[in-house]
């Protein structure tokens, strides 16, 4: 394979695309075999001399290739239907793509991989990639968990390589990166205007182009360990995307769809719009009238909305709720001669991914060839519980929860005598990726067993444990961090965090941001903490880096590194059998 440095590769594909756009010659690919030679009834009946392109869209996949007992949540679908899974999601578009006479492209918005589930993420999220692939995605944005492990990380999963710490799970058939472009239009590498990835990509269907900027939201460096993307810029998501619109119609691209991944809130079905809310709203408000359609993602919630363009013009804002439970198909209609979108007539509908359909044979496939070699690891069990402990970063994140401070306790314990000498442990709910169930089988193993696969789900990001001295001035500075209404938080101002046994403070919602923590309230192991006192405090080297913007952290000294989350989770797991959930440690948050 030949190598070429991150700039090089991605200044190449960024000048190829921007040809691309120029000329128009990318195409979509044919349909899938199988596809109906005919509409089907119900394509809609639109004028002469217009062409319809159908966008099917889907977010925040995470890596959840495998079916399991997935619904959303009971205001988005109050019958409770059991949705997701790569084999349905790949049926569903099949399906989906059989009315559309070859007019369709499949697109996503964002974090595809990162955060991911044990059969993916064991193995980089190379098989996420695999299956992306055979289920026909044409291009996606980047999200912020694709900066998961860095930004050289990244660059390999587009361009190919095996890992570097791992080698190749196949090594008769190295990784060669992804045939779908992901989209970084407002990812440029620091003191330079040059993109980490391809900003844009132009595709053509039935005659005209359609050009997608593809963006992650501005607040990535506060929701990923800083370190990995230290030589990189993200910018702001509306101006980016209003320069690359300009760009794209003045090379006579006239019909553009921006890929974001960034979201609101509704309290509606999922086919609804109730209440919108959140940075989507104000991004869609600013956006370029020449963009129409805006795809979003990383709020998790699906919705269908017709927001105005600052010319007053209606404007579809979709997002498909995620980890493959939901597809976006949208219509655009679009003039043949001006290549202009014909606004009135685009149609969009959020259609879930029902488990009742047949299974994609290849996705199938797939699966079969992970679950293969992550067998053996998967179904190794590592602890046990007692009763279910619950509380993680599918709920509420601005809350104490059990898991978040059994994960917490876990850090204490790694970190604690020789190890670093740590008093004090804090763990972010938002780094909490799964609950421990009692009746949570997964491997054939009996209730209450915790399996190795299990553990991967609660702490699959693969951070290092830090232990540092604080004044007790700066764990209260921590801990008022808690809530920043602030731009680098976006939709979630409130970020609580898991901590330890034998810490406890009291919280107070109704006081002034930087006022919450009761003043002496702060008590470890039944002793008041001074605020000139120095404290020893163990975390992730992703807050400890500032990350989820508890820049607080910083401010640490005498810093010792140690073992990887994941494994010092597993040791905890293995040296406390019949686990309970942690009582509350903090009194009003």
């Known amino acids: 394979m030949v190598n070429i440095s991150r700039r090089g590769f991605a200044a190449v594909l960024a000048s190829t695309v921007v040809a691309l756009a120029a000329v128009g010659t990318t195409s979509v690919a044919a349909?899938?075999?199988?596809a109906s030679d005919e509409r089907t009834p119900g394509w809609p009946p639109y004028p002469d001399r217009t062409t319809t392109?159908?966008?099917?869209?889907?977010?925040?996949?995470?890596?959840?290739?495998?079916?399991?007992?997935?619904?959303?949540?009971?205001?988005?679908?109050?019958?409770?239907?059991v949705v997701g899974g790569a084999e349905h999601l790949a049926t569903k578009l099949d399906q989906l793509r059989r009315r559309a006479d070859g007019n369709s492209l499949t697109v996503a918005a964002g974090d595809l991989i990162g955060g991911s589930t044990f059969l993916s993420g064991l193995f980089h999220d190379e098989p996420t990639v695999e299956s992306m692939e055979a289920l026909g995605l044409d291009v996606s944005s980047v999200g912020n968990h694709e900066f998961d492990e860095g930004t050289t990380e990244l660059l390999r999963m587009q361009h190919g390589g095996c890992h570097p710490a791992d080698g190749c799970y196949f090594p008769r058939q190295p990784y060669d990166g992804a045939e779908f472009p992901w989209l970084a239009a407002n990812v440029e590498f620091?003191?330079?205007?040059?993109?980490?990835?391809?900003?844009?990509?132009?595709?053509?269907?039935?005659g005209v182009r359609v050009g997608f900027i593809g963006m992650t939201t501005k607040t990535t460096p506060a929701l990923v360990a800083p370190g990995g993307v230290d030589e990189v810029d993200f910018l702001d998501e509306v101006r980016t995307a209003n320069r690359y619109a300009?760009?794209?119609?003045?090379?006579?691209?006239?019909?553009?769809?921006?890929?974001?991944?960034?979201?609101?809130?509704?309290?509606?079905?999922?086919?609804?719009?109730?209440?919108?809310?959140?940075?989507?709203?104000?991004?869609?408000?600013?956006?370029?009238?020449?963009?129409d359609a805006v795809i979003t993602?990383?709020?998790?919630?699906?919705?269908?909305?017709?927001?105005?363009?600052p010319r007053g013009r209606p404007r579809l804002v979709t997002s498909a709720a995620s980890f493959g439970s939901v597809v976006t198909e949208v219509n655009l209609v679009v003039n043949t001669r001006s290549g202009q979108v014909k606004r009135g007539l685009v149609t969009g509908k959020n259609h879930l991914v029902v488990q009742t359909t047949r299974p994609d044979a290849e996705q199938t496939a797939i699966i079969d060839k992970w679950q293969e070699i992550a067998g053996p690891i998967a179904g190794r069990v590592v602890g046990t519980v007692a009763e279910d402990i619950t509380g993680d970063s599918n709920g509420d994140r601005g809350v104490e929860t059990p898991m978040a401070d059994l994960v917490a306790d876990s850090i204490l314990w790694g970190t604690s005598g020789a190890n670093g000498g740590a008093e004090i442990a804090f763990m972010n709910v938002g780094g909490v990726r799964a609950s421990l169930l009692v009746d949570d089988i997964t491997n054939g193993e009996d209730p209450g067993e915790v399996t190795y696969a299990e553990a991967y789900e609660v702490a699959p990001f693969g951070n290092l444990l830090i232990t540092m001295d604080l004044t007790g001035e700066q764990i209260e500075e921590v801990l008022e961090q808690q809530y920043?209404?602030?731009?680098?938080?976006?939709?979630?101002p409130m970020l609580a965090l898991g901590v330890s046994e034998g810490f406890s403070y009291t919280w107070d919602a109704s006081q002034p941001q930087g006022q919450?923590?009761?003043?002496?309230s702060m008590m470890l192991n039944g002793e008041r903490l001074l605020a000139g006192e120095t404290y020893r405090v163990a975390t992730l080297n992703f807050l400890a880096e500032g990350g989820d913007s508890f820049?607080?952290?910083?401010?640490?000294?005498?810093?010792?590194?140690?073992?990887e989350d994941l494994a010092n989770l597993v040791a905890y797991l293995e040296a406390h059998p019949g686990l309970t959930a942690p009582e509350d440690r903090v009194d009003g948050l």
């Open 484 to 492: 920043q209404p602030i731009p680098e938080r976006g939709s979630r």
């Open 516 to 520: 919450r923590v009761v003043p002496g």
């Open 31 to 34: 349909p899938k075999a199988g």
């Open 190 to 206: 620091k003191g330079s205007n040059e993109p980490l990835l391809a900003p844009v990509s132009v595709e053509r269907v039935d």
């Open 551 to 563: 820049t607080a952290f910083t401010q640490g000294t005498d810093e010792l590194g140690g073992a």
């Open 297 to 309: 993602g990383h709020t998790h919630e699906p919705y269908v909305c017709t927001l105005d363009d």
């Open 246 to 291: 300009d760009r794209l119609e003045r090379r006579g691209v006239k019909s553009i769809v921006v890929l974001l991944h960034e979201g609101g809130y509704q309290s509606g079905r999922y086919n609804g719009c109730k209440g919108i809310s959140g940075p989507v709203v104000d991004i869609a408000d600013r956006l370029d009238p020449q963009i």
């Open 53 to 81: 392109v159908q966008l099917l869209s889907f977010n925040d996949f995470h890596g959840h290739l495998e079916a399991d007992e997935q619904t959303l949540d009971e205001e988005s679908d109050p019958s409770g239907t």
